[in-house]
């Protein structure tokens, strides 16, 4: 199975939003973590974005913000003062999976379906004060639990100090089996592990 296009951008829409199986031969091996889609060259915050899709990409030199709408800008990791994220959609894992099963059933079994949510990733520059850019949710539905969407807080900030490098996320994804997908415990493992959180 291949990832549905919704405009500009590939979704993952389906229940469990991890690659694996359902990678088409020659693309990138990725995997979502949190709000990070990880890939073995960068991360994208929500969705990697394609053609004019909005999007935010950091990589080992810094922050990329992408999209018609907001793209061209850019900042080094030594001008990047803070990262953040608000709007995004939080719910429990039950009402999580109820969710994201309706809007799965909808788009794969009727072609149709709207744009995931968008949420705002907010970076704080030394030069620029505080921009805001626009990414999709990398889920049909966008839905995230609330111990993910902390820990991946957490991450960004340790991303934005340095304590944690972009290089940490992507050495992972490289050392990766391709056709195996972290469970969600594992996966929350992982947010743990980045930001030294013993717990959320």
Do not use: K
């Not at 922050?63 to 959609?89: H, N, P, Y």
């Not at 839905?143 to 934005?160: C, G, Q």
């Amino acid at each position: 199975m291949t990832f549905p296009t919704v405009g500009n951008l590939r979704v993952i829409a389906f229940v469990s939003p991890h690659d694996s199986e359902n990678r088409t031969a020659g693309e990138t091996p990725m995997t979502m973590v949190g709000l990070f889609w990880i890939t073995e060259e960068c991360v994208y915050l929500g969705a990697e974005p394609t053609g004019t899709a909005p999007g935010v990409r950091l990589t080992e030199g810094g922050v990329e913000v992408l999209g018609q709408e907001q793209g061209g800008r850019s900042w080094g990791w030594d001008e990047v003062r803070g990262l953040d994220v608000r709007d995004v959609a939080v719910r429990s894992e039950r009402r999580r999976l109820a969710s994201m099963a309706f809007d799965s059933f909808v788009v794969l079994f009727t072609g149709d379906g709207e744009l995931p949510p968008q949420f705002t990733v907010c970076v704080e520059t030394e030069g620029d004060g505080t921009v805001e850019a626009s990414v999709l949710a990398a889920v049909t539905g966008g839905i995230h639990t609330p111990d993910e969407y902390e820990l991946s807080r957490t991450l960004l900030a340790r991303l934005a100090d340095g304590t944690t490098t972009v290089g940490e996320l992507v050495g992972w994804r490289r050392e990766e089996p391709e056709d195996v997908a972290p469970t969600r415990e594992q996966r929350l493992a992982l947010l743990r592990e980045w930001t030294a959180a013993a717990s959320v």
